[in-house]
């Protein structure tokens, strides 16, 4: 019997330690200890992180492409999952999923970026000149304001968090900061990396890539000299219509076959073992002039029953989730029309033109003459046609031109449309966070 009761007594006790230890909340992405970066190895492998984070499934395609593009007059929603369709009619409801885990993962990547850049500079190693550390610290600024980006131009005002998550409870009822801070932060992010950067690889952070995101910020500003100014230092003197098209990359989101992606899958007709989740829309189709020479490589009319977006074609591998298949985040061409609508902003159409028609002839497709009465009309129209299919840029073109309502209104959309709904999710767990006035669905 005491032996039944010893035993009894030992069973309990190391239940209610483990119920003790499930039971503690533990903050996501948080750091073990002092020492998870220590040395050059640490530090490169948590900068790795960082990277490998931006392949999570959910932003690949749903965060960077898919919900912004659905969002628009640019695609259709063709799927099956409802969250997604709220997005296709315009009518998202603040306790949508799929925008609850883009949004959470988007804080995640910040998060491990914030690890790097508090814990890099203390770290005591040889090897880790300051050069080096400066670097390292570079990368995650550059991707925290990657990230800060997409969030400020789809919810416009969420929480603005720069150090690592290490504790859970009131550290965490980060209240929304205003757009007009968020952006200070995602320049400075952007100026240090450009100042420091020592990469060189399309797929890292490069200080031309920093130059074309500071030039796409002041774009987004409507700061005209300075977004000329950055696109002109970013294209570095290059002929756009020299570059073949797509491989124009400034930089982008690089996969392997072992580390692959789906895209090709859900963008992928039946016929090709698609899910055809989304699908080029009709204004799309007919918003490319006759011979243009990107269309072939946007959609497909012919093989299937239905049209398919070519820009991830890796359709065999996609299955797999083996796709190499990059996710262009800037290129040269946008940089040319950076500078175009900017100097014609200014009124200076020569070189608006000049800029313009580059994009233009590398197409295949006659000059136009860009004057004050038609370049915001023809800039938006050519932006659609050369970016279709690979991020938010219409969504986020035609909200910063005032154009939205006007586009988009035939398909439900209304001033409310201009921010996105904060997940509820968020709200429930932070209890400085406010909903937007007419996102309280």
């Not at 997005?87 to 790097?116: C, H, K, Q, W």
Request: include cysteine; proline fraction near 5%; glycine fraction near 6%.
């Amino acid at each position: 019997m005491k032996n039944y009761i010893y035993q009894f007594g030992l069973m309990f006790l190391v239940l209610l330690a483990s119920c003790a230890e499930l039971d503690e909340p533990q903050p996501r992405n948080s750091i073990a200890t002092e020492f998870a970066i220590n040395n050059f190895a640490s530090a490169s492998a948590a900068m790795n992180g960082v990277y490998s984070d931006l392949q999570d499934a959910t932003l690949v395609f749903d965060g960077f492409l898919a919900l912004s593009q659905l969002f628009s007059d640019e695609t259709v929603f063709t799927g099956t999952f409802p969250t997604r369709l709220e997005f296709g009619n315009l009518n998202v409801f603040p306790a949508n999923g799929t925008m609850a885990a883009v949004f959470s993962d988007m804080y995640e990547v910040i998060n491990r970026a914030n690890n790097v850049i508090a814990l890099v500079p203390g770290v005591e190693d040889v090897s880790m000149t300051d050069a080096v550390k400066n670097n390292f610290v570079a990368q995650a600024r550059f991707i925290r304001a990657h990230m800060y980006l997409h969030l400020v131009t789809l919810w416009q005002e969420v929480p603005l968090i720069t150090t690592p998550t290490v504790d859970v409870g009131e550290v965490l009822n980060v209240s929304k900061s205003s757009s007009s801070e968020i952006y200070a932060q995602i320049i400075e992010d952007f100026n240090f990396a450009k100042a420091n950067s020592i990469e060189s690889s399309v797929s890292k952070a490069t200080p031309q890539a920093a130059t074309a995101f500071l030039a796409r910020v002041a774009l987004y500003q409507q700061n005209w000299s300075q977004a000329l100014s950055l696109a002109e230092e970013a294209l570095g003197g290059v002929d756009v219509s020299s570059v073949p098209y797509l491989e124009d990359q400034i930089y982008s989101l690089a996969f392997s076959a072992t580390d692959g992606n789906s895209l090709a899958f859900f963008y992928g007709p039946a016929e090709l073992g698609g899910r055809h989740s989304i699908e080029p829309s009709p204004f799309l189709i007919n918003s490319f002039e006759p011979g243009d020479a990107r269309f072939p490589f946007t959609v497909e009319l012919n093989f299937a029953s239905v049209p398919f977006g070519l820009k991830y074609p890796s359709f065999a591998a996609a299955n797999a989730g083996a796709a190499t298949d990059p996710i262009f985040f800037i290129r040269h061409a946008e940089m040319a029309l950076i500078a175009a609508e900017s100097a014609a902003e200014m009124g200076d159409f020569g070189k608006a033109n000049t800029y313009f028609n580059q994009v233009r002839s590398r197409a295949g497709l006659g000059n136009v003459t860009l004057n004050a009465g038609n370049f915001v009309d023809a800039i938006l129209a050519e932006r659609l046609v050369e970016f279709a299919l690979e991020g938010p840029f219409r969504l986020i073109d035609l909200r910063r031109r005032g154009q939205a309502e006007l586009f988009l209104a035939p398909i439900g959309y209304d001033a409310c449309d201009n921010i996105w709904p904060l997940p509820v999710r968020e709200i429930d767990r932070n209890q400085n966070l406010v909903q937007a006035a007419c996102c309280n669905c």
